[in-house]
């Protein structure tokens, strides 16, 4: 038997032989590029599959453009043709494709922050401004002294209109005014009050000033905070006012030290004044009121006296003496007109003696 006779018989697409596969190859291929409209490498490109392909291409091009999602701290402003249409939610959103709306993120909810004089390493704030910090931090007081005054602020996006179509940059344009508002400001105290007592009044009055200015140019923005960072003296005379600024702290706190010794002591003397003043008090009226009582006692005993002298000499005398003598340890009694050899009346004796 020949070898053609021990091959199998196959036929039909599925043919496993040699030739029928290689056929069946071709005939693939061929029926691909009249598919495709021959825009297959080897194939001569038809007017048919350029449409087709640029038609697949465009649908799948709007919809990658027709749908879009906005952050749950953002809010998405819609144009058509450029004209503003609507304010959309967070969420997942569509709008007309191929460019004719165009959605233009804008954080609410986030609260946005400008540094001045210098910039935190790491920050994405898409709205800082890149600008020269030193020229930001130089300003005059006014008490014509430099200073470097550094300070953020912080603030939030209240009306997203306003935001995107009121002011051309409004980023840029707070910049510029809270740099106005802060150099005013600094400008109207001395510098000793800018780097020591006066940082919060300045803060208060910076942030009002720029919420105003904010409101009046229509910027659609809410400043939350002015805060100020780092405040020195220009760098050529930094160690001068280091040492002027380390006597000043000195001389506050041996004045501190002063004070706290004066309320330690002059209380104390106070209450001790005071003390010996109700002291005083209470002595004089003491012997006020014993010389009245004396001087009423003395006058009732003379308005008795006068009514019968006799009887109160008597009883005066009666009652001194009863005062006077069981004060006495030893009585002697000697009676003129005794005859006896020992006029003597021993009264202790008696009293011991007596049952």
């Known amino acids: 038997m020949s070898s053609e006779q021990n091959e199998p018989q196959n036929s039909g697409p599925w043919a496993t032989g ?40 465009i649908a799948a091009f709007g919809i990658w453009s027709s749908y879009y999602t906005v952050p749950s701290d953002s809010v998405a402003v819609i144009q058509r043709f450029g004209k503003y249409v609507a304010e959309v939610p967070p969420g997942l959103h569509f709008k007309f494709p191929m460019g004719i709306d165009t959605a233009t993120i804008v954080p609410v909810k986030r609260q946005l922050k400008q540094e001045f004089g210098f910039t935190t390493p790491g920050g994405n704030d898409p709205y800082q401004s890149p600008t020269d910090g ?31 179509f009121e002011v051309r940059e409004p980023a840029a344009t707070l910049r510029y005014v809270s740099e106005s508002v802060m150099r005013e400001v600094v400008g109207d105290r001395t510098v000793d009050e800018v780097i020591t007592i006066g ?49 000043q702290q000195e001389k506050e706190r ?6 706290r010794e004066y309320n330690k002591v002059i209380p104390l003397a106070e209450g001790e004044k005071d003390q010996r003043i109700r002291e005083a008090d209470g002595y004089r009226l003491k012997r006020i009121n014993e010389a009245e009582g004396d001087a009423a006692r003395f006058t009732a005993l003379l308005t008795e006296y006068q009514k019968a ?7 005066i005398y009666i009652e001194t003496l009863q005062d006077v003598m069981p004060a006495i340890g030893s009585k002697i009694i000697v009676d003129g007109s005794t005859g006896s050899i020992l006029p003597l009346l021993n009264l202790d004796r008696q009293r011991e003696i007596k049952p």
Not at 254 to 259: C, G, M, S, T, Y
Not at 309 to 315: C, G, K, L, M, S
């Open 18 to 57: 040699p030739k029928s596969q290689s056929l069946d190859i071709d005939a693939f291929l061929r029926k691909g590029r009249q598919n495709l409209g021959g825009i297959v490498p080897g194939g001569a490109p038809s007017l048919r599959g350029i449409l087709i392909t640029c038609a697949i291409v």
């Open 134 to 164: 030193r020229r930001e931090t130089e300003m005059v007081t006014g008490d014509l002294n430099a200073a470097l005054v550094e300070w953020v602020v912080q603030y939030r996006i209240s009306d997203p209109v306003k935001f995107l």
């Open 254 to 259: 041996l004045i501190n030290e002063a004070r």
């Open 309 to 315: 002298p006799d009887v109160t000499r008597r009883r």
């Open 199 to 247: 940082r919060q009044e300045i803060e208060s009055e910076a942030l009002l000033k720029m919420q105003a200015l904010a409101t009046k140019y229509a910027m659609g923005i809410s400043i939350d905070q002015v805060q100020l960072k780092n405040i020195n003296p220009p760098e050529p005379v930094q160690s001068s006012f280091n040492e002027v600024n380390q006597a």
